[in-house]
């Protein structure tokens, strides 16, 4: 593996690492009601955080060529977007208090508006550090940000201000993000100049936006339904299952996303060189998430408990049937690389409109069985989606598909066979509450590596190399 793809997963992985160790924490301190005011919020600004951008991060990433005025003048196009943003989520407060029948939501609505000054401010910046294989100082700047914003909020939260705490540790992550972000990007800062065009840029971003927002409307319409009609602490339950759920795959695909688009997209032109790249993204991600994602699925009711505690008990049976989506998002988050990377951003629009519609007929025929009834069918979705989009985008740029199958049925045995051990030791030698999920991590972990080594001996190492000659 090389630095970019190392500082890229490891940022991810401390990253996640040290929400998961505040979470832990503060899901012992905050109510799961309190926790569902915040997902009611998060949820709608989701909305305007698809605007924040514009779609022009990724237009700073899948360009061969980019002068530092272009991103200059996304920089300060991007701030623009992100002030109207938070001025437009500030200004919908009382209807969305409105909407769920929470008059807290106003005011928490409005602070957590500014989040979209901070990220206006740095998502270019990110982008740009990206592009340039600064993963380190990436590391760096996300580690402390969470680090600081994690500390306030446990505070707060102790000191009972509950959900306040919660969005303290967003406001406070984001604004610290932003400050060191300008800081190590302050070279590429300029003021904007008209002499430079980005019309070429801004096309293929809206058509990026347009695939954001129709991904927005399928991803949040759960939880905003869930939230409306069977409230606050059903929607909490709802979406900390969920984040366990896409836990894995946020570790690796979320990680290596910009690192893959910028690597995928210098060979566009070349579908073999571009593929044999692609089939070795696939083996490390997989090689890393699918062992997680069995782990919390076989061990679910352990997980939930170790890191929620007994108050969030509900959830385990929403996570277990998240198990389709759960196992199949390693593969389905590729996906948009392929468009990404070729400059197909309006086949990345349509592919968000077959998505759409199939996860919404999903949620509507789920609609009367709760959280756990829509979990069921969204996997399904999600499952049917993956085959029908990896068998098109292999058609229509002449990729051998059967390479792919072949590359994961490969990464995905070492995982099965560990975990079956695993789980038959784990029945035979039975440990209790935070002594059972630290030996059985542990024990994973080793078993998986013996498993890895005996089906890839000498070439283990290569799973993990990610340079371009490799």
């Known amino acids: ?188 800062i300029s003021w904007y100049c008209r002499k430079v065009a980005v019309s070429k840029l801004l096309t293929f971003s809206l058509w990026i936006q347009g695939f954001g927002v129709i991904g927005y409307l399928y991803k949040n319409l759960d939880s905003v339904l869930i939230a409306k009609y069977w409230g606050s602490q059903e929607v909490a339950i709802y979406l900390k299952a969920q984040f366990l759920m896409n836990l894995p795959s946020m570790l690796t695909v979320g990680a290596l996303g910009g690192y893959a688009v910028s690597l995928l997209s210098k060979h566009q032109d070349n579908n073999e060189k571009f593929h044999n790249i692609y089939l070795r993204l696939l083996r490390l991600i997989l090689s890393i998430a699918m062992p997680m994602c069995l782990f919390v699925y076989v061990f679910s009711d352990a997980v939930v408990l170790f890191l929620y505690g007994p108050n969030w008990e509900m959830s385990i049976s929403v996570l277990n049937a998240f198990v389709g989506t759960l196992l199949i998002l390693p593969v389905y988050g590729t996906i948009s690389w392929f468009f990404i990377s070729k400059g197909d951003s309006r086949l990345l629009v349509y592919w968000g409109l077959l998505s759409a519609a199939v996860y919404v007929l999903a949620i509507y025929l789920s609609l009367n069985n709760k959280a756990v009834g829509i979990a069921t069918y969204y996997s399904i979705a999600s499952v049917l989606l993956t085959v029908v989009m990896i068998s098109y985008t292999h058609f229509r740029y002449k990729l051998r598909i059967i390479l792919t199958l072949k590359q994961i049925i490969k990464s995905v045995i070492p995982s099965v066979i560990a975990i079956g051990i695993v789980k038959y030791l784990s029945v035979l030698y039975a440990f209790d509450n935070l002594w059972f999920i630290l030996t059985t991590i542990a024990l994973y972990g080793v078993i998986y590596l013996l498993v890895l080594f005996m089906f890839y001996r000498k070439n283990v190492i290569k799973i993990f190399m990610m340079s371009e000659s490799a």
């Not at 409105?98 to 910046?125: A, C, H, W």
């Open 1 to 188: 593996m090389n630095s970019g793809a190392f500082w890229s997963i490891g940022t991810q992985l401390l990253s996640y690492s040290l929400s998961l160790i505040f979470t832990a924490v503060l899901s012992r301190i905050v109510l799961p009601h309190e926790y569902g005011l915040i997902n009611m919020v998060s949820t709608v600004t989701a909305f305007f955080t698809v605007f924040a951008d514009g779609g022009l991060a990724w237009s700073v990433l899948q360009k061969k060529n980019i002068n530092q005025d272009e991103v200059a003048n996304l920089f300060w196009i991007n701030v623009a977007l992100g002030l109207i943003m938070a001025l437009l989520c500030a200004l919908s407060a009382p209807f969305i208090a409105r909407f769920y029948g929470y008059q807290e939501l106003k005011p928490l609505t409005i602070l957590m508006s500014s989040n979209f000054i901070f990220s206006g401010v740095s998502v270019l910046g990110v982008s740009w550090l990206k592009r340039n294989l600064k993963f380190k100082q990436l590391s760096l700047i996300e580690t402390v940000s969470l680090l600081v914003a994690g500390g306030i909020a446990i505070y707060l939260a102790r000191q009972g201000y509950g959900y306040w705490a919660l969005a303290a540790l967003a406001v406070v992550k984001s604004a610290l993000k932003a400050i060191l972000v300008i800081i190590a990007s302050w070279s590429v």
